[in-house]
């Protein structure tokens, strides 16, 4: 049972570059939720998902895509990263409105 | 619309003193609140939740947490604290009355000094 991983762990991007978070959990959760994590912001909630095929925007939506096809995985994309996107990012998963379990987290640069 | 507050950035307690970290609330209807810890280069981990019943609620590592929902406070507590609780802590809210977000405060640090 690994719970909620992340791929992948570090990334460095050029801006205007693009790339794809993956988020997996295996513990059957029907909600999952992407937040980015920066100094003296707390956790912002980017998009979530309560269910296979659907998304929902958070409070900071703007710049990111999310994809949920299958109910294991939850995909964040950036489509053209810029420095502002330089963060920590974080994904949840949770049973309904219970409490919810994060992956390890992936550090992105973008220069 | 619901929101979280944790008034203080940074506690300094002394080791084996009781502990206090503080949250306030918002919300339209009922909340759900939930305390989660962070140690360095780590992701968040659950500590305890109120959804309804006792106001005082227990969780992991000897935390404890009172629910007052006359003053919108769900106060994060330990009756004698460890160097090992050093670590970033988040108070979150969710309303039952709106849609499925969680809103997570912005964080208080917690430092143990031995």
């Known amino acids: 049972n690994a719970g909620v991983t992340q791929t992948p762990k570090f990334r460095v991007l050029k801006t205007g570059q693009s790339m794809t978070l993956l988020c997996a959990q295996d513990m059957n959760h029907e909600y999952m939720y992407w937040y980015r994590q920066d100094p003296g912001m707390g956790l912002r909630l980017i998009h979530y998902?309560?269910?296979?095929?659907?998304?929902a925007k958070g409070e900071v939506p703007d710049g990111y895509n999310v994809s949920r096809l299958k109910k294991q995985n939850f995909l964040l994309g950036l489509e053209s990263a810029a420095p502002s996107q330089t963060s920590v990012y974080f994904c949840?998963?949770?049973?309904?409105?219970?409490?919810?379990?994060f992956g390890p987290g992936t550090r992105l640069t973008v220069t | 619309a619901q929101s979280v507050a944790q008034p203080e950035d940074q506690v300094n307690v002394a080791e084996g003193n009781p502990l206090t970290v503080k949250c306030t609330y918002s919300v339209s209807g009922n909340p759900y609140l939930f305390w989660y810890v962070q140690y360095p280069n780590r992701g968040l981990q659950f500590l305890l939740k109120?959804?309804?019943?006792?106001?005082l609620v227990k969780g992991s590592y000897g935390f404890e947490a009172e629910f007052n929902k006359s003053q919108t406070s769900f106060h994060l507590k330990k009756p004698s604290a460890l160097v090992s609780d050093s670590a970033l802590y988040f108070c979150?809210?969710?309303?039952?009355?709106?849609?499925?977000?969680?809103?997570f405060g912005k964080g208080t640090r917690l430092h143990i000094l031995p």
């Open positions: 109120y959804i309804t019943g006792d106001n």
């Open positions: 998902s309560v269910g296979e095929g659907t998304t």
């Open positions: 979150a809210v969710r309303d039952t009355n709106r849609d499925d977000k969680i809103i």
């Open positions: 949840a998963s949770s049973y309904g409105v219970r409490e919810q379990y």
